[in-house]
Structure formats: C-alpha cells, structure tokens
C-alpha cells in the first residue's frame, strides 16, 4: 500500500511538474506574441511617418513646381516685348527653365520610394536641384526686369 502511495504521489508530482512547465511555455508564448504584435505596430507606425513625409514632401516640390510653371508664363509675356537678340535669349533661357521644371516634375512623380535610406538620398539631390534651379529663376527674374 505505501509503495502504490509513493507511486501515485510521484506520478501525481511528475505531472504537476509537467504542468507548469506547459503554464510556463504558455505564458513564454503569450509574451512573445505580444513582442511581435508591438514590434509589427512600430513599424507600421514608422511607415505610416515614412509615406506622409513623401506625401508632404511631394506635395510642396508638386506646389513649387506649379508655381515655376505660372511664373514661366510672365517670363514669356516680358519676352515677348523684347527685340533683337534680347528676346532670343530670353526665349532660349526660358526653354531651358522649362525642360529643367519638367525634369523636376518628372522625378518627383515618377520617384518610388523603397526604404528610408533610399528616400533621404533622393530628398538630399532633389531639394538640391530645385534650390539651383530656384537661384536659376531668380538670376532671369533680374535679367528680364
């Protein structure tokens, strides 16, 4: 009778033991899912950043853009009063702001961003190129007055 006792209370200790280790298992299961489940919710809170700052950041060089476009315009309105060889390099000046513009327009449209390193490269030359072609603006808008 102690034997079956001793028995039955060692089979009874073994599957406690079994048990908790399952409970441990478990909870070590339950921890790592919630890791995962805020590490998924961080990055997809760091893309949602990374798309907006695209959105914005073409949607101001789309503005900027525009903008050249208009101005464009009363530059080929100045040039036309002009004579001579003034308003030939006016005209050819204008062409080439034009065809820069359109560059500008095309990149940014046409620019798909794949990782954050790949976009802070092409923000660094963009914004590079539209501030040149900005001073490129400016420098005419002195001319033609």
Same mark, same amino acid.
């Given at each position: 009778?102690?034997?079956? !006792?001793?028995?039955? $209370?060692?089979?009874?200790? =073994?599957?406690?033991?079994?048990?908790?280790?399952?409970?441990?298992?478990?909870?070590?299961?339950?921890?790592?899912?919630?890791?995962?489940?805020?590490? *998924?919710? %961080?990055?997809?809170?760091?893309?949602?950043?990374?798309?907006? #700052?695209?959105?914005?950041?073409? /949607?101001?060089?789309?503005?900027? =853009?525009?903008?050249?476009?208009?101005?464009?315009?009363?530059?080929?309105?100045?040039?036309?009063? /002009?004579?001579?060889?003034? %308003?030939? #390099?006016?005209? /050819?000046? !204008?062409?080439?702001?034009? *065809?820069?513009? $359109?560059?500008?327009?095309?990149? =940014?449209?046409?620019?798909?961003? *794949?990782? %954050?390193?790949?976009?802070?490269?092409? /923000?660094?030359?963009?914004?590079? *190129?539209?501030?040149?072609?900005? %001073?490129?603006?400016? #420098?005419? $808008?002195?001319?033609? $007055?």
């Amino acid at each position: 009778m102690k034997n079956k !006792i001793k028995v039955i $209370a060692a089979a009874l200790v =073994i599957v406690g033991a079994m048990g908790s280790g399952c409970m441990s298992s478990t909870e070590s299961s339950t921890k790592s899912e919630k890791k995962v489940s805020e590490t *998924d919710m %961080k990055a997809s809170d760091e893309k949602k950043e990374f798309e907006k #700052d695209v959105e914005v950041f073409r /949607k101001t060089a789309e503005n900027k =853009i525009a903008a050249n476009e208009k101005q464009m315009e009363l530059y080929s309105k100045q040039a036309a009063l /002009k004579r001579g060889k003034a %308003k030939t #390099d006016f005209e /050819k000046t !204008i062409e080439e702001l034009k *065809d820069e513009n $359109a560059d500008m327009k095309k990149r =940014i449209g046409d620019f798909k961003s *794949d990782t %954050k390193q790949g976009w802070e490269v092409f /923000k660094k030359e963009f914004n590079h *190129d539209m501030s040149k072609l900005e %001073k490129s603006f400016e #420098d005419f $808008a002195n001319k033609i $007055a």
